[in-house]
């Protein structure tokens, strides 16, 4: 599939709100889940396949309606945009979970690692497949990054964190090779727990990344962010990145950041010359949809740093917790704030 090739095309995150009847949406509020959290879902576990299939055609549609260029399936069979990767892996004791300190310092749960990390079966392939039979706009598929996965984990057979990050990575790796021979135009890993521990982030976070990503023909992407604007209000993010110059080393093409919400310096955007950016430019946080002009004005300061060529149009992250309306009101608006800038500078 060819992606677009006009300045500043559109995209998403990655994940799209999931319908009421499918999730309860009021438990899944109350957590990020890094264990399985089955009692999320509404339908019966006979049904929950072909509910899931129904909810990402709406999800896909919704996506090509408000004219995005370049779509995902909208996470919409996962309970957290990690939790249904990182747990099919083998190596964990999922009945028991342990706990790790979260960004924010609260304790969650999370497995346990008591074996070698080993990705058996694939994850993802039919949901990059289906995608792919329903979609003829360019589409990408994320995962998560195997710097997040082990963060997110409680280690008790590796050596060390760095030891299990690269295994992790060697199991992202293996399933975004064939997720690329199943269609896939771009591959996003989903990294924002790169600044829970910068200092491990320096020491290993770009050799994880570039294991994950090694052999992968198509374009790559990293996302970094500072939390979902459900759980992490915008009071307490920073306006800055810790470990964002570090992924200049990475070969990923792409890095896709959190922009809108905390009003973030855009100034920082010089230590990733070279890379296409993905500019988050819709505020999660905020329920009321924007103005075209507004998202206009994001991305025309956007390009006081980055080259139009290598500048695309996104939300600040997942928007899974939005209401489907809201979430649709804001890709239209992202659409249309990006056709303004695009005759600008055309």
Not at 5 to 31: A, C, E, F, M
Not at 48 to 72: K, S
Not at 122 to 144: Q, S, Y
Request: hydrophobic letters at 45%.
């Amino acid at each position: 599939m060819t992606l677009p090739t006009h300045l500043l095309p559109t995209t998403v995150v990655g994940s799209y709100p999931q319908p009421d009847w499918l999730v309860n949406r009021q438990l899944l509020s109350k957590i990020v889940p890094r264990t399985r959290m089955r009692e999320i879902w509404r339908i019966p576990e006979a049904f929950l396949e072909e509910a899931q299939d129904d909810a990402t055609v709406l999800a896909i549609r919704d996506q090509e309606r408000a004219g995005i260029d370049i779509i995902t399936d909208g996470e919409i069979r996962r309970e957290s945009y990690s939790n249904r990767f990182a747990t099919a892996l083998e190596g964990l004791d999922l009945d028991h979970p342990g706990q790790v300190k979260t960004r924010s310092g609260a304790m969650t749960p999370v497995p346990r690692v008591v074996g070698r990390i080993r990705r058996s079966d694939p994850v993802e392939l039919r949901d990059m497949e289906f995608l792919r039979r329903h979609t003829k706009l360019p589409a990408k598929i994320t995962l998560p990054g195997p710097f997040t996965m082990a963060q997110q984990a409680k280690n008790e057979f590796y050596r060390d964190d760095e030891e299990m990050a690269m295994d992790f990575a060697a199991a992202v790796n293996a399933e975004a090779l064939e997720l690329e021979k199943a269609g896939a135009d771009l591959i996003q890993l989903d990294e924002p727990w790169l600044r829970n521990d910068p200092d491990a982030a320096k020491r290993y976070g770009v050799k994880a990344i570039n294991r994950a990503l090694q052999g992968i023909s198509v374009p790559t992407v990293v996302h970094l962010c500072f939390g979902y604007a459900a759980v992490v209000p915008g009071a307490s993010k920073p306006t800055g990145y810790s470990f964002l110059p570090g992924l200049a080393d990475s070969i990923a093409q792409q890095i896709s950041i959190e922009a809108a919400q905390p009003r973030l310096d855009l100034g920082v955007l010089k230590d990733l010359a070279g890379k296409k950016i993905l500019l988050g430019v819709l505020d999660l946080g905020d329920e009321r949809i924007e103005t075209a002009e507004q998202v206009a004005a994001r991305l025309r300061a956007g390009l006081a740093f980055v080259a139009p060529e290598n500048l695309i149009a996104a939300p600040d992250c997942g928007m899974k917790y939005l209401s489907r309306a809201v979430a649709f009101g804001k890709l239209q608006a992202l659409v249309a704030g990006a056709a303004i800038v695009r005759r600008e500078i055309s």
